[in-house]
Nanobody, 127 residues
Framework: DVQLQASGGGLVQAGGSLRLSCAAS????????IAWFRQTSGKEREGISG????????EYADSVKGRFTISSDVAKRAVYLQMNALNPSDTGVYYC????????????????????WGQGTQVTVSS
């Protein structure tokens, strides 16, 4: 099974940018779609963006469209999330999760549909 590890978070001022990375290890990367979720204290993980690395299909939450861009590098077995025009509401712990690509249809879906969660990476946007 694929294992994932998120990195790249940090502290940034409103209007700034960050690039998150999700590195995959283990087998089966090519069979999975990868999505980023954000979690804040006391709330469930919220789907932010997802990608099928095999065909390039992407999905975005309405709150990040036009500001965030997801991409993948199959050779490096990695997925990236470029986050621009950050605002304080983007603050949270960001996790990447995997879902079999045949289920990555009609939107990002719910966190419960994903597995292979690794450690998250904290993103803090100050006003």
């Amino acid at each position: 099974d694929v294992q994932l590890q998120a990195s790249g978070g940090g502290l940034v001022q409103a209007g700034g940018s960050l690039r998150l990375s999700c590195a995959a290890s283990g087998g089966g990367f090519e069979d999975y779609s990868i999505a980023w979720f954000r979690q804040t204290s006391g709330k469930e993980r919220e789907g932010i963006s997802g990608i099928n690395p095999r065909d390039g299909h992407t999905e975005y939450a309405d709150s990040v469209k036009g500001r965030f861009t997801i991409s993948s590098d199959v050779a490096k077995r990695a997925v990236y999330l470029q986050m621009n025009a950050l605002n304080p509401s983007d603050t949270g712990v960001y996790y990447c999760g995997a879902i079999p690509s045949e289920y990555f249809v009609g939107g990002i879906g719910d966190a419960i549909e994903y597995d292979s969660w690794g450690q998250g990476t904290q993103v803090t946007v100050s006003s």
